[in-house]
């Protein structure tokens, strides 16, 4: 009985932990542009060459985007429109901080990426069916092809940490030394 008990408050709690760490990269960034306003302001003015106006404008978008995401995917709301116009937010900051020539920030966008999948296929598990586990008649499965994108997207953020740097002497001490 003890042990029902427990398992349904750790399963409650930890679902709402796990939404806020895969939001927590938003959170962070949008309170990050919150608190350094002007150096993200003047960053964008600078490599844009756009002016001031445009400059603000893009940070605002850019901010309350993430941080109205963050609060609406952390109280269930509208979970597909935010997981999307969060997709949005993604794709203007690869656009505008050039991270196309970034290996390791591109990878880390996917993985955030992949973590916006997990939410919005943990969303389209809630209350779509009264019957759970009962097959559908279309034979049509997106949820589990959602987790697997996504989890193999959130392991890029580990893949953007390794520093592979071979150089002909490394080749060769590994070589003498028998090691990989």
Request: proline share 3%; hydrophobic share 50%; net charge positive.
């Amino acid at each position: 009985m003890a042990q029902d008990t427990f398992s349904c408050l750790m399963k409650l709690y930890l679902a709402h932990v796990a939404r806020l760490c895969l939001v927590s990269t938003f959170l962070e960034d949008g309170l990050r542009m919150w608190f350094k306003w002007n150096e993200q302001r003047d960053y964008i003015d600078r490599s844009w060459g756009s002016g001031p106006f445009l400059a603000t404008s893009f940070v605002v978008l850019n901010m309350s985007g993430q941080l109205v995401g963050c609060i609406l995917l952390l109280a269930r709301k509208f979970v597909p429109y935010t997981c999307f116009g969060l997709y949005g937010i993604i794709f203007m900051q690869v656009i505008a901080y050039s991270v196309l020539r970034n290996f390791k920030f591109l990878m880390r966008n996917m993985a955030i990426g992949g973590g916006l999948l997990l939410l919005l296929s943990e969303w389209r598990s809630e209350g779509r069916s009264k019957l759970v586990g009962v097959p559908r008649m279309d034979g049509i499965f997106p949820r589990p092809y959602m987790q697997l994108c996504g989890r193999v997207l959130l392991v890029l953020t580990f893949l953007s940490l390794l520093h592979l740097e071979v150089t002909a002497f490394s080749v060769m001490l590994s070589t003498v030394l028998g090691t990989p």
